[in-house]
């Protein structure tokens, strides 16, 4: 997952790369391979990346070989063009919320108050009928006070949503559609990508990425498998990692394990390492 502490690793890896590379290279490529985490972060991530870009290379290309789903989507907003294999996907960027115990689509919350609203009023009308009002208006002062007190914090929800656009729309703003004439595409993207989809963890493929309107290239058949084969390789260690790191973790009486860089010639890759 992407976290604030992956920022100054990032920076510093790709600042040393600027150092190296005299001459521009047509393209800065970043393969992009995370569940989500903290989107300021992610925000973050891919303006540095934007930035340090200009010095390296003409364009800066995300490339998913499998997956970048929810905060990793959003950074993804960042680069000219995604290419995408037949298996990559991204995902919705809905913020989620604490919510009752459980991580839930901050659009979930307003919907339900939406439901509770109706069946209040449904009750209301129901009951009006043939109960007394003493008796009505303490069901429905029970059912207002449930509802005020689920959802007291509405408008810090719909608040972290207009956040959530706004970094999205500063995103594709850099290099994807830069000119005012894309403002409508823009706007048409992000209100997919938020509001478009039931599940957070809906799979956005290359065709529908397509047909929200980002731009968006299939890998070619030897690029692909090139990209599966670092995927694969990669998942490896990812595995072996999860099962180092479980069983240190457990010796070792953590609850945290930090991030530990391991660079190599093309690229960086964030593991959890004991410290």
Avoid: C
Avoid at 174 to 187: E, K, L
Avoid at 244 to 263: H, K, R
């Amino acid at each position: 997952a992407i976290s604030r502490r992956d920022v100054e690793v990032l920076y510093t890896f790709l600042n040393d790369k600027k150092k190296k590379i005299n001459n521009k290279v047509e393209e800065l490529h970043v393969i992009l391979h995370s569940s989500g985490g903290d989107p300021d972060t992610a925000y973050q991530m891919s303006r540095i990346i934007h930035r340090i870009g200009e010095n390296l290379a003409n364009s800066v290309t995300y490339v998913i070989p499998r997956y970048a789903k929810s905060a990793s989507t959003l950074m993804a907003l960042g680069g000219n063009k995604i290419v995408m294999t037949e298996i990559a996907e991204l995902g919705p960027i809905d913020p989620q919320i604490f919510f009752e115990g459980q991580w839930v689509s901050a659009k979930t919350v307003k919907s339900s108050m939406k439901s509770m609203m109706e069946v209040l009023l449904d009750t209301i009308e129901e009951r009006s009928k043939n109960t007394s009002s003493a008796s009505l208006q303490k069901v429905i002062d029970a059912m207002i006070d449930n509802i005020i007190g689920r959802f007291a914090g509405i408008g810090e929800y719909e608040s972290i949503i207009e956040y959530t656009r706004q970094l999205a729309r500063e995103l594709l703003s850099i290099r994807m559609f830069p000119t005012s004439q894309g403002q409508a595409d823009i706007d048409s993207i992000i209100n997919s990508l938020i509001m478009g989809y039931s599940s957070h963890g809906m799979v956005i493929d290359y065709q529908k990425a397509t047909q929200i309107g980002l731009k968006v290239e299939k890998a070619d058949e030897d690029v692909e498998e090139h990209l599966l084969k670092i995927y694969s390789k990669l998942n490896e260690i990812f595995n072996y990692v999860d099962v180092l790191g479980s069983g240190l973790s457990e010796q070792l009486n953590v609850q945290y394990l930090p991030s530990f860089p391991l660079i190599f010639d093309h690229g960086i890759i964030m593991l959890p390492w004991p410290s």
